[in-house]
């Protein structure tokens, strides 16, 4: 399982950072996403990066404002946001996955999944 935390209540063009922590596992054998999900919506593909941290992807709506990174010594992937806006208000959720040949957007290619970190931003 997977532990994510980090997540709070912040203004508009505030910043936060969560952090997704994966005390079982080898992380650097796994590709790690972020998926949130708003009230009444689909959950949403964030961004991901890549077990050898080479590649990442980012969802158009956070390009410029949210970064992924890595720390595999400490088993652990950041989501470092700024810029934060209402709409990114949602849950957050970190998991991961044996890399594939999949797009790291589709969320059923995930294996392990974090319990989820709400994230609100007020206007």
């Known amino acids: 399982q997977l532990q994510a935390s980090g997540g709070g209540l912040v203004q508009a063009g505030g910043s936060l950072r969560l952090s997704c922590a994966a005390p079982g596992l080898t992380f650097d054998r796994y590709d790690v996403g972020w998926f949130r999900q708003a009230p009444g919506k689909e959950r949403e593909f964030v961004l991901a990066i890549s077990s050898t941290s080479s590649n990442t992807y980012y969802t158009d709506s956070v390009k410029g404002r949210f970064t992924i990174s890595r720390d595999n010594s400490k088993n652990t992937v950041y989501l470092q946001m700024n810029s934060l806006k209402p709409e990114d208000t949602a849950v957050y959720y970190c998991?991961?996955?044996?890399?594939?040949?999949?797009?790291?957007?589709?969320?059923?290619?995930?294996?392990?999944w974090g319990q989820g970190t709400q994230v609100t931003v007020s206007s």
């Open positions: 998991a991961a996955r044996h890399p594939r040949n999949q797009y790291y957007s589709v969320y059923t290619s995930y294996t392990y």
